[in-house]
């Protein structure tokens, strides 16, 4: 399955935005699903997970109640709407896919993902 992430962009703080991660080539309802944020020189940290399970959706506390993941499994799309940002939000943000059933502490693991988008960058200004 290809995954393509496409609407960061600069927002100031407080402001909202909403990802989107297309997918070819496979069916996104057989998928778990996964957003990652990576700033440079640190490493991919986990954002929120659209589990195959019952589409179970977990998040980071960083996140909890500001971001939310979504699906439209007719347009094959996974989203992140993302309210009340904050300057430390800014990074490039990246989906995941897997076709396995991931348990809840794993999904945090970027490594348990097989498929990847590229990046979208998101810059909150203070």
């Known amino acids: 399955v290809q995954l393509q992430a496409y609407g960061g962009g600069l927002v100031q703080a407080g402001g909202s935005l909403r990802l989107s991660c297309a997918a070819s080539?496979?069916?996104?309802?057989?998928?778990?699903v996964g957003w990652f944020r990576q700033t440079p020189g640190r490493e991919r940290e986990f954002v929120a997970a659209?589990?195959?399970?019952?589409?179970?959706?977990y998040y980071d506390d960083s996140v909890k109640g500001r971001f939310t993941i979504s699906r439209d499994n007719a347009k094959n799309t996974v989203y992140l709407q993302m309210n009340n940002l904050k300057p430390e939000d800014t990074a490039d943000y990246y989906c995941?896919?897997?076709?396995?059933?991931?348990?809840?502490?794993?999904?945090?693991?970027?490594?348990?993902?097989?498929?990847w988008g590229q990046g979208t960058l998101v810059t909150v200004s203070s």
């Open positions: 995941a896919a897997t076709a396995s059933g991931l348990i809840v502490s794993a999904r945090r693991n970027p490594n348990n993902y097989n498929y």
């Open positions: 659209s589990a195959i399970q019952n589409y179970h959706a």
């Open positions: 080539g496979g069916t996104f309802s057989r998928y778990s």
